[in-house]
Each structure stands twice: as structure tokens, then as C-alpha cells.
């Protein structure tokens, strides 16, 4: 595994999408792929989220999607503006300032943590830095050897205050977490996570000996979902794996954000939402 490229949730509204990653994060809505009215690349750096649109609820996620951010406060700001005027209203959309990083509760329902740009080993100012999912007690061991025996990638195994970890290395300085807790439910429904391999026949093939596959995986990209106990061949835990190759068109694709382009990053877009809410009547920073 040497890139995690990307997280996607169903997301019934656009719109709304637009308000909270673009006006609210200051991200930048992909030009070139996913551009259509079905469905939303938002780049994050050189990671996405994908969002696309198929007019149903956005399933729940338990886990947590944490991203580097290089402008916080900024963020702060917007998205403080954006809920004095009403724009997430009727939705789970909350916000808690924990200090070293600040937790959000999208308006779709899936949690998100942003951490600002050095606080956490990451090569670039903005960019998605690891997906932590939630699994039954006592699985992540078994999902942790599948990932390095069968994927290939770097695991470390953790004892944290969260749970017992599978930390699987997706990236330069990104992971996929697999933290268990005592939860009712484990579905992930239909989100997924994808990721580049550099021996993609290898693992498409032993995923389909194991009947893990779906469909035939051609064309540079294949999807899988069950996660196995390699020494066992028993199946542990459920969740869409996008597996793309180094070939893949995607593969590292310098992507559009707004970030280098001022010294202080999304300065001009809070000043602009300021003005805005100025002439809705709305007094910025107020509560």
C-alpha cells in the first residue's frame, strides 16, 4: 500500500455538501472527474472525498475520518457563520474545539477530526491522514495480519485509551486504524476506502481464490469486502476496500486545491463569507 487515495460516503444532497466541505473546510471541488450532478470529488491535498449522490440518507459511520488542515481558526470561523445562518439546520452537524484538534459532526452524520497543518507527521499542509474504523472486540488482531499478510502493508499493534489497534500503514504518513469497541452495530454500509498497491495481480488474485473479490477486477481497479483471518481462512470483519494499481489514472493526480495559493491559506474566503453575513444581517463572531 503506498497511497491512501480516498474516502467515499453516499451523500443525498449536493448542495449541502458544497456549504459544508467547500464554504465551510475551504476545499475545492474536483473540475475534471466526478463533476457530474450524481456525483463530488472534493481534493483534500492529494486525497479526496468521494460523495456520490444516489438520493438516499447518508448510511451511519461509527469511525472517524482525520484530516491536516493549514488554517483551523479559518475554518473555525466559516463554518461558525455558516450555523448563525441557519445553513445546518435539521442536520447532526456539531462542532466541539477540543484544544489539539477540533471534532466535527458533518450535516450528513459521519464524524470528522481536524488537526492542524504540524501537529501530526504529514508531508503536506492539507490532506487526509487516516481513517479510523470501529470493530468487534477481539478482531482487530486478526484484521490487523490480514492487511500485512495478505495486503502487504506495515501494521502496528496498539494498546490505546480508544481500544486495542490495528494501525495499517496506507501511506506516507497515513494510516487505516481498525480500533475495537463494544458497539451494536458494525455495518459500514456503503462508505469505502481505496488505496493504491504496487502488486495489484498478486492481491486481486488471492482475493478471489478466498471468493473475497467482487466482480472481476479489471482495468486497473477492484473492489473487495471481506476481511479474513489469514492463518484461519474465517472471515472477521465486513467493509469496501477499493484496490487501484500504480497504473491507475489516478494514481498520485496533481489535484486543484486552493491551499498554496495565498500566504495565509482561505483568508480571502473568510473575509468574503464575513462581508456576506454582514449584509444578511448577521454579526460575525457572535453568538
Not at 473546510?25 to 475534471?32: A, E, I, K, V
Not at 477530526?113 to 488482531?141: K, M, Q, W
Amino acid at each position: 500500500m503506498v497511497h491512501f487515495d480516498h474516502v467515499n460516503f453516499e451523500t443525498p444532497d449536493h448542495d449541502m455538501a458544497t456549504i459544508f466541505f467547500m464554504n465551510g473546510l475551504g476545499l475545492t471541488r474536483d473540475p475534471y472527474r466526478r463533476a457530474d450532478e450524481r456525483n463530488m470529488g472534493v481534493n483534500v491535498g492529494l486525497q479526496q472525498f468521494h460523495l456520490p449522490r444516489r438520493g438516499k440518507k447518508t448510511p451511519p459511520f461509527h469511525g472517524v475520518i482525520g484530516v491536516v488542515h493549514p488554517d483551523i481558526p479559518g475554518v473555525l470561523e466559516r463554518l461558525k457563520l455558516l450555523d448563525q445562518m441557519g445553513k445546518f439546520a435539521n442536520t447532526p452537524y456539531s462542532l466541539d474545539d477540543r484544544g489539539d484538534f477540533v471534532s466535527l459532526t458533518t450535516p450528513f452524520g459521519y464524524k470528522l477530526n481536524l488537526h492542524s497543518e504540524g501537529t501530526l507527521p504529514f508531508l503536506r499542509p492539507l490532506g487526509i491522514v487516516y481513517a479510523e474504523i470501529p470493530v468487534p472486540v477481539g478482531s482487530a488482531g486478526s484484521i490487523g495480519r490480514f492487511y500485512f499478510k495478505v495486503v502487504g502493508a506495515p501494521v502496528s499493534f496498539e494498546k490505546k485509551s480508544e481500544g486495542f489497534t490495528s494501525a495499517v500503514t496506507a501511506g506516507a504518513h497515513q494510516e487505516i486504524r481498525f480500533v475495537e469497541r463494544q458497539l451494536d452495530d458494525y455495518d459500514t454500509h456503503t462508505m469505502h476506502i481505496s488505496y493504491h498497491v504496487t502488486h495489484y495481480n498478486n492481491l486481486r488474485n488471492q482475493l478471489r481464490e478466498h471468493g473475497s473479490l467482487k466482480g472481476k477486477g479489471q482495468r486497473e481497479v477492484f473492489f473487495f469486502d471481506k476481511i479474513y483471518d489469514p492463518d484461519t481462512g474465517e472471515n472477521v470483519f465486513t467493509i469496501n476496500n477499493e484496490v487501484r494499481s500504480v497504473y491507475h489514472p489516478d494514481f498520485m493526480r496533481v489535484l486543484i486545491n486552493r491551499w498554496p495559493i495565498v500566504d495565509e491559506p482561505f483568508t480571502d474566503q473568510t473575509q468574503a463569507m464575513k462581508e456576506l453575513a454582514q449584509n444578511l444581517g448577521f454579526t460575525p463572531g457572535a453568538s
